[in-house]
């Protein structure tokens, strides 16, 4: 049974930083392309990044490029969303994602993903 446990939310002022964690377990973690989403209040979830299966291919949303980035540690089964520069607007709650089958880095749609996380909740403050 493939789990997903975000950590690392919390309230942070604008202009300031956080590393979000996933840790997955119940499969290969190093068989699958991994990503970030987010849901603010009254809005539908979104992409925010993804990562493949080694590591070596990242993507994102045009609304966090150059100000998060996303990694892994194979070795630990574990994501990152190192989240930098944070505006009043990333406020939401965030949480990590997997596919079930091999799936380009690309791949921005919520309903590719098959497994997720419980969310972990992300405040900027103004």
């Known amino acids: 049974q493939v789990q997903l446990v975000e950590s690392g939310g919390g309230l942070v002022q604008a202009g300031g930083s956080l590393r979000l964690s996933c840790a997955a377990s119940g499969r290969t973690f190093s068989n699958y392309a991994m990503g970030w989403f987010r849901q603010a209040p009254g809005k539908e979830r979104e992409f925010v990044a993804s990562i493949s299966r080694s590591g070596g291919s990242t993507f994102y949303a045009d609304s966090v490029k150059g100000r998060f980035t996303i990694s892994r540690v194979n070795a630990k089964n574990t994501v990152y969303l190192q989240m930098n520069s944070l505006k009043p607007e990333d406020t939401a709650v965030y949480y990590c994602?997997?596919?079930?089958?091999?799936?380009?880095?690309?791949?921005?749609?919520?309903?590719?993903?098959?497994?997720w996380g419980q969310g972990t909740e992300v405040t900027v403050s103004s």
């Open positions: 994602a997997s596919p079930d089958t091999p799936t380009p880095v690309q791949t921005t749609s919520p309903k590719h993903y098959a497994y």
